[in-house]
């Protein structure tokens, strides 16, 4: 039986669910924009009427004022997008169970074997749009396929509320005059290296030797290839699966550059701490430490290393991400900080030691533990390292509430 797979994808998805919160929002221009004080101001998300006047997602919020003087700006609320997009699952869960999200407001939905029940996939979509219309106040485009590339790329074809079906007759009309850069994955430098081969739509692509991809590409040549001949295998994950995750990282834009190693400290110190609380909450354990760094002048550099022992403490990791900082660190002001933990292990794969560092770590881990407790309790800014009160500007960062985690990847 040939799949049926929608792709189900939010429509200016933030700025729509704050317009369904405060309804004098719905007739002015409007972005949800980022802190501008803690230097993260760029446009999240744009309304229709923003749109016409060119704005863009991700550029600066003083760019966008200058394209639209009576531009409303609001600020991000994740925890109520978070809200929406559950609501949106449950309503898709009313379908079938195999729902597997990709970002926060993006779900495929895998329903051919809902057929019978629910009537065609065109059919099944105008329903899903019409419900989340009527139930939610906002909106979603759906795009309707038989594998998870085309139905993605039918849902942006056309916006707001609408469905989009790309079949095995048909995507060789649909899909293959678009432009390149429109396939899932080809992002600005794919294409350009794409450009100069003399590849410019998705029906070049599909046309071109895979020899030859593979040589611009190696394996990821071919995989392009496979997308765009419609040939994509991947199954639609049920609702229960849960994300792989391969790693788990924070990284912050801070307040003000980074200029000395206390500064440098203080935020490191946040981000391991929030880098840990997630790995014991996922059931994790690390083997290695990531550190990001960027400039001021927007340069950047990305270092790793080896852990002694696999762990969940901050104190470990931190140490760390600290010496990798300072085998590395560069003259300049640091802008941009980040920490990765990645080589991960399950909890419950432990190896028993009597070393006692290892003990040590363990009753750190176990202190740590209670502080998650007493943060899920009074706010994650309730306990703090002392030397965060040295910069109150820093140590405003909460990177528990400002950053979502999402599905790593496409591939499963």
């Not at 300072?326 to 009597?354: E, Y």
């Not at 306990?383 to 109150?392: A, E, M, Y």
């Amino acid at each position: 039986m040939e799949k049926v797979i929608l792709h189900s994808d939010g429509n200016c998805f933030y700025a729509a669910c704050e317009m369904m919160e405060r309804p004098e929002l719905r007739e002015v221009p409007l972005v949800v924009g980022g802190d501008e004080e803690a230097r993260h101001g760029i446009v999240l998300a744009k309304n229709e009427i923003a749109k016409k006047f060119k704005i863009i997602t991700g550029e600066a919020l003083v760019v966008a004022r200058q394209k639209c003087p009576g531009l409303m700006v609001v600020p991000a609320r994740y925890p109520l997008y978070l809200k929406y997009a559950g609501l949106l699952r449950d309503l898709y869960m009313e379908y079938t169970d195999q729902v597997e999200a990709f970002g926060l407001d993006e779900c495929w939905l895998d329903v051919t074997h809902s057929l019978h029940l629910f009537g065609k996939g065109e059919d099944i979509a105008n329903k899903i749009r019409r419900r989340v219309k009527d139930e939610l106040g906002v909106t979603v485009s759906v795009g309707v396929s038989y594998n998870k590339i085309f139905a993605k790329l039918g849902s942006d074809m056309k916006k707001p509320d609408a469905t989009t079906i790309i079949t095995k007759g048909d995507y060789r009309q649909k899909v293959w005059p678009l432009p390149v850069q429109d396939l899932m994955y080809v992002g600005s430098a794919t294409r350009e290296k794409l450009r100069k081969s003399n590849i410019r739509t998705i029906g070049q692509l599909a046309r071109t030797d895979p020899d030859i991809l593979n040589g611009l590409f190696g394996k990821w040549g071919y995989v392009l290839w496979v997308f765009a001949n419609g040939e994509d295998p991947a199954p639609v994950a049920k609702s229960d699966a849960g994300p792989i995750i391969k790693s788990v990282g924070n990284s912050s834009t801070t307040p003000h550059d980074l200029r000395t190693d206390d500064d440098i400290k203080i935020t490191m110190y946040i981000m391991a701490e929030s880098v840990a609380a997630r790995l014991r909450e996922y059931g994790y354990r690390c083997r290695t430490a990531q550190i990001n760094v960027r400039g001021n002048d927007l340069s950047w550099y990305t270092r790793q290393g080896p852990l002694p022992h696999p762990c969940q403490d901050s104190g470990e990791l931190f140490k760390a991400a600290w010496g990798l900082y300072m085998q590395n660190k560069s003259p300049g002001p640091v802008r941009t900080l980040g920490v990765r933990a990645t080589g991960l292990t399950k909890d419950d794969i432990q190896q028993l030691s009597f070393l006692p560092e290892i003990a040590g770590i363990q009753r750190h881990e176990e202190a740590e533990r209670a502080i998650d407790g007493i943060r899920k309790r009074f706010g994650n800014l309730s306990v703090r390292r002392g030397i965060l009160f040295t910069d109150p500007g820093l140590a405003g960062i909460n990177p528990l509430e400002d950053h979502v985690i999402h599905p790593v990847s496409y591939f499963r």
